[in-house]
């Protein structure tokens, strides 16, 4: 199981110097990635409610950094991990920028970029950007082929109902062939069709063990009406890491025990300081237990 934390991305900790400080931690600590998620702008007037939570854990005012232009950064200044999103909001892009500085970012990185993508939920936010919401689904499925077509192919031209672009050059492809690995995001019937059909892996959010044995059930199904075998699937999940090591090991060891292939973990703190004690706290008290009841399921 790989195990990943999200560097902070909005409030006072979000600096060049705390972004790099907690990067560099989770890479001494032996980790094997870090994360971003991604908001583009904050729509002052605006009804949509947070779909994860009763309120967003992000506030205005404290700003957002931006997703990929905070990889590309981590990169230059780590040497190991990957560099993943948790999630892209992939239909808020235009596809041949997002085809290119993937792939940028991914042979900057000697190949260490992985993307977990989402079609979104902020009605809002895609009007802002004059981003359409109604096809945000299909677009999303588009792009994602269209991604694949241009990593692969280098040169090549898409005729989609929401993507389209003649033939072109997209070069130079990425580092890893086939380019990054796409995780699908999302708990939705959608989601998880989309994950069967085009995605290297799902990628969820939270600890409801009973919540995520059915997901991976769903899977397996969707899988196999596909055609596919379902051990191809990765299987991931973001949670939060409670502050006591004990809590710890208690709420997140039956989510590991479910065949987890990768963990992406956040944790609230004050300065850079502590979320880095907090980080190698976890790699030396839990993450040993997490191991050792995966190896025992």
């Not at 990929?68 to 948790?86: C, K, Y």
């Not at 993507?163 to 995780?183: H, S, T, Y």
């Not at 989601?191 to 969820?204: E, F, I, P, Q, S």
């Not at 090991?249 to 880095?276: F, H, I, K, W, Y």
Request: hydrophobic residues 40%; negative net charge; glycine residues 10%.
């Amino acid at each position: 199981m790989k195990v990943g934390f999200h560097v902070p991305q909005w409030g006072p900790m979000a600096t060049r110097q705390g972004v790099l400080e907690v990067a560099r931690c989770v890479e001494a600590a032996g980790l094997d990635s870090v994360w971003v998620s991604d908001h583009i702008v904050y729509p002052l007037q605006t009804v949509t409610a947070y779909p994860y939570a009763e309120r967003r854990p992000f506030l205005l005012q404290e700003g957002y950094l931006e997703a990929l232009t905070m990889l590309a950064a981590i990169a230059g200044a780590t040497g190991r991990g990957e560099l993943g999103t948790s999630v892209l909001v992939v239909p808020q892009r235009e596809p041949l920028l997002l085809a290119k500085t993937a792939a940028t970012i991914d042979v900057m990185s000697d190949g260490r970029l992985v993307l977990a993508v989402g079609s979104g939920w902020w009605r809002e936010e895609f009007e802002a950007l004059g981003a359409p919401f109604r096809t945000r689904g299909q677009r999303l499925d588009e792009t994602i082929q269209a991604l694949r077509l241009l990593w692969r192919e280098g040169v090549a031209a898409f005729d989609g109902e929401t993507v389209r672009f003649p033939e072109v050059a997209c070069l130079p492809r990425p580092a890893r062939e086939g380019g990054p690995p796409i995780l699908v995001g999302g708990l939705t019937e959608p989601a998880l069709r989309r994950a069967a059909r085009l995605g290297d892996g799902w990628h969820g959010i939270g600890t409801r063990v009973e919540r995520l044995q059915e997901i991976r059930l769903r899977l397996e199904e969707l899988c196999s009406e596909a055609g596919r075998d379902p051990r191809t699937l990765g299987f991931s999940t973001s949670a939060g890491l409670p502050r006591d090591p004990a809590v710890a090991v208690e709420r997140l060891s039956p989510v590991v025990r479910l065949g987890l292939d990768q963990l992406v973990l956040s944790t609230p703190a004050r300065n850079p300081e502590e979320l880095c004690e907090r980080i190698e706290s976890f790699a030396a008290d839990v993450l040993p237990v997490l191991q050792e009841g995966a190896a025992t399921r």
